[in-house]
């Protein structure tokens, strides 16, 4: 697959990840290169093997997003509509001219609104919580990402124009037909171990240190994986998420203009609000539908060695997935291990997110 990528430079990105295995703080790691279509590499490392799966967190967003152009290609969906035409039961305390865009693009208000285990089990109380949220401010006034919101009401939304549970139509229209058997949402606890792989803490020096349950480690209870929230919870193989990227592309699945819908920049601004929330990048951030784009400052630890359209997005606290349109070129890179914490602000975690990234991105430019 020499003629895919540089070989030099795979070379040093599949060193770089493997060294975090062997001698840095990841018990596993799993990496994937595709483009043309085809996959060019993947290899797993450390306590893993090339069936495991990962829980995908924010890369799991562009699968999801995926979902979303597929409706808006087959004329299902339109981003101007609002949401309470759609969902009725979202409209109380104001958010009845909330827009189906400004929930894709994390601008529509309520970024913190509660939905969490075992309510979210139940439609019913789901929808009754989507009536009960409060805007935190005007829609389309402010950049913030909505950790879980915006995907309930994406998932609601393609079960109201399809018919279908949002992972039953991941699953039976989009994965399956692809070949893609990894990709899945809601994973059966009895079908958990052995095939997903466990979170791990990296920095643990004591058996009473406990993990900050607010962050991703709350999807390190079985239940609450398998109840499928599903802006975090989708699980797969890198090699899958690459080749999900392509089929964007070569599958004939999605129209083209609906790709080039989904991935055209909406806004580019700093992300509002902590850290650990998504905000204070020093690096401004551009969306499209539901997936980060790298634009000007390529913000959100996207590539700076990619094209300004090439869009994905990192996941807590050392994953990445992301195509770029103009190389061709998809990366994942997947990992079971986590600061207790939650995500890896120090120097050496964003040293790492940065290194794998523009190696990666770099993949598909000829060496001199």
């Known amino acids: 697959m ?12 599949l060193h770089r990840i493997r060294r975090e295995v062997e001698r840095g703080p990841l018990p596993s790691a799993q990496v994937a290169v595709a483009r043309a279509g085809r996959l060019v590499a993947f290899e797993t490392y450390g306590d893993a093997g090339p069936d495991t799966r990962y829980v995908l967190q924010s890369v799991g967003r562009s699968i999801v997003a995926g979902v979303v152009w597929k409706l808006i ?25 909330v827009t189906v865009e400004q929930v894709l693009t994390h601008t529509a208000g309520f970024p913190f609104a509660p939905l969490g285990f075992p309510k979210m089990l139940d439609r019913e109380q789901r929808l009754a919580a989507f009536g009960r949220w409060r805007l935190d401010y005007p829609p389309g006034t402010r950049f913030q990402f909505h950790l879980t919101s915006a995907a309930w009401l994406i998932a609601e939304i393609v079960e109201r124009r399809t018919g279908l549970a949002f992972a039953d139509y991941l699953r039976e229209r989009l994965a399956r037909p692809l070949g893609l058997e990894s990709i899945e949402l809601g994973v059966p606890e009895d079908r958990q171990p052995g095939t997903v792989a466990p979170m791990t803490a990296t920095d643990r020096t004591s058996d ?3 993990p900050d349950p607010w962050g991703p480690w709350y999807l390190s209870d079985p239940k609450v994986l398998a109840a499928g929230e599903p802006s975090h919870a989708l699980v797969a193989t890198a090699a899958d998420v690459v080749l999900y990227f392509q089929a964007l592309e070569h599958s004939g699945l999605w129209k083209p203009e ?29 969306m499209g539908l539901f997936v980060t784009v790298a634009g000007p400052d390529a913000g959100s630890n996207l ?5 300004p359209s090439l869009f994905g997005s990192a996941g807590a606290a050392y994953q990445l997935g992301f195509m770029d349109p103009e190389s061709g070129l998809s990366f994942a890179c997947l990992s079971n291990g ?14 790492l997110l940065r290194d794998i990234a523009d190696l990666a991105g770099g993949l598909a430019t000829e060496l001199p």
């Open 73 to 97: 290609g087959d004329g299902l969906l339109d981003v101007g509509e609002q949401v309470a035409a759609i969902i009725p039961e979202f409209a109380p305390n104001g958010k009845e001219e």
């Open 258 to 286: 609906a790709v080039a819908e989904g991935t055209r920049i909406r806004l580019t601004d700093h992300p509002y609000g902590d850290q650990i929330y998504g905000g204070g990048d020093e690096r401004r951030t551009s």
């Open 2 to 13: 020499s003629d895919l990528v540089a070989p030099e430079r795979l070379d040093v990105l």
């Open 208 to 210: 009473e240190q406990e």
């Open 338 to 351: 986590y600061p207790l914490a939650g995500y890896d602000h120090s120097p050496h975690g964003t040293a």
């Open 303 to 307: 590539p700076s060695t990619g094209s």
